[in-house]
Structures are given as C-alpha cells and as structure tokens.
C-alpha cells in the first residue's frame, strides 16, 4: 500500500522552528516528486515547496522562500522541511504529496499521492 505519513507539526512561537517529515513506502522515491502543501482555515490551497527526487530541483513559493529548506533523505524515503522564522501566518495543516514532476505538483495540480496532514500553529 501507497503511504505518506507527514510528521512533525505543533506549536511554536513567532520566530521559531519547526522540522516536518514526509515518510513515503509503497512507490518508487526515486522517481517521484514530494511537495508540501498547507491550508489554513478559509484559505485556498497552497503549495509551498517541493523537491524532485531523480534531479534533486526544489522550488519554494514566495511565501516561505529564505525560511523554509526542503531535503530529501533517498536512502530512508522521507523528505523533510525545516521552517525557521515562522511567523503566525503559517499556521496551517501541512501535506506532502507525490507526483511526476515539481512542475505537476506547483502549476498543474498533478499528483498521483496524497498523504495525511500535521498540525503546524505559530503563536503570536
């Protein structure tokens, strides 16, 4: 079975720092890309970063790029997103999903896995 388990959320204060991990079984990693995802209650939808697993390209929305680094441990098939300087506006539910390509995942909403979310709260 297909699984992406997100881990690693919680409350923080403004300014500090959060590791979350995606663990992926049940597909070839190495052929996927992960991207995180998050949605705030009565917001859209926001993809916030992604890695590549075959090429290693990354991309970071506007949002979280300079505070958030993506990473990708191929050999334990997790991929990890540390988040610094968070501030209140990224509280949200953090997901990862699988997909082809980082640019199915960002422009074209295409991914083939979709996992279960981590509570991420920045207190102000």
């Keep these: ?23 992926a079984s049940g597909f070839i ?3 996927y890309a992960i991207g995180w995802f998050r949605q705030a ?11 590549d ?3 290693g ?8 790029r ?6 990708s441990d191929n050999a334990k098939n997790t991929v990890h997103l540390q988040m610094n300087s968070l501030k209140p506006e990224d509280t949200a ?19 083939d896995y979709w996992g279960q979310g981590t509570q991420v709260t920045v207190s102000s």
Excluded: M, W
């Design 53 to 55: 697993n075959s090429d």
């Design 93 to 111: 539910d953090y997901y990862c999903a699988a997909g082809r390509s980082v640019y199915g995942l960002v422009v074209t909403n295409d991914y």
């Design 66 to 71: 300079g505070r958030f680094t993506i990473s």
């Design 29 to 31: 990693f190495d052929d």
């Design 1 to 23: 079975d297909v699984q992406l388990q997100a881990s690693g959320g919680g409350l923080v204060q403004t300014g500090g720092s959060l590791r979350l991990s995606c663990a």
């Design 57 to 64: 390209h990354t991309y970071y929305s506007d949002s979280v």
């Design 41 to 51: 209650p009565g917001k859209e939808r926001e993809v916030i970063s992604c890695i």
